[in-house]
Each structure stands twice: as C-alpha cells, then as structure tokens.
C-alpha cells in the first residue's frame, strides 16, 4: 500500500469511539500531528470525561491503542494515542 492509499479515517474513527464513551460528546476533539513515518492523534475531552476514555486501570484507552497498533501493522504506518488532560489554567492567570 503506498502512501498515498494510507487511511486519513483514523482520526474520525477514533473521534467516534470517544463520542460514544462521553457525557459530553461535543466537547470531543482528535488533532493528527503527521510525523516522518507515523501520525500521533491527540484526543481532548472534557476534564470530566478523561476517566471514561481512559477506562478502569487504563483499559479503555489500551484498546484503542490496540486497534491503532493493527491498523499500523497492517497499513505500514505507525499509529499512536495520546489523551490531553486539559486544566483550567484560565481561572488561575493572577
């Protein structure tokens, strides 16, 4: 598969999987930060929801990891997840 037949779908489909996760599924946001020979998705939510995309001991978040590492496997592209924990600095600019 060349480079040009890679998926660019990864992005909504991790944005799906964290919409279905959330209580606040518009708060949802996945950045792809394109790289030499892999991509990074930057998954954003709510800081109420990051406990639920990160699931129990790290489950939740292992398995999309999962599905990325075979989407990689078989696509010759490397994958990765990183889950941004927003803080509400704004309130504290004093």
């Known amino acids: 598969m060349?480079?040009?037949?890679?998926?660019?779908?990864?992005?909504?489909l991790v944005t799906e999987i964290a919409r279905a996760l959330v209580d606040e599924p518009a708060?949802?946001?996945?950045?792809?930060v394109e790289r030499e020979e892999s991509t990074v998705l930057r998954l954003?939510?709510?800081?109420?929801?990051v406990g639920k995309v990160i699931g129990k001991q790290g489950r939740t978040a292992r398995s999309m990891r999962?599905?990325?590492?075979?989407?990689?496997?078989?696509?010759?592209h490397r994958y990765t997840l990183d889950i941004l924990e927003e803080h509400k600095n704004?309130?504290?600019?004093e």
């Open 2 to 12: 060349t480079h040009q037949e890679r998926p660019d779908n990864m992005q909504e």
């Open 44 to 49: 954003r939510v709510a800081p109420s929801d």
């Open 66 to 76: 999962t599905i990325l590492g075979a989407v990689s496997m078989k696509h010759h």
């Open 90 to 93: 704004e309130a504290s600019n």
């Open 27 to 32: 708060a949802v946001i996945v950045e792809a």
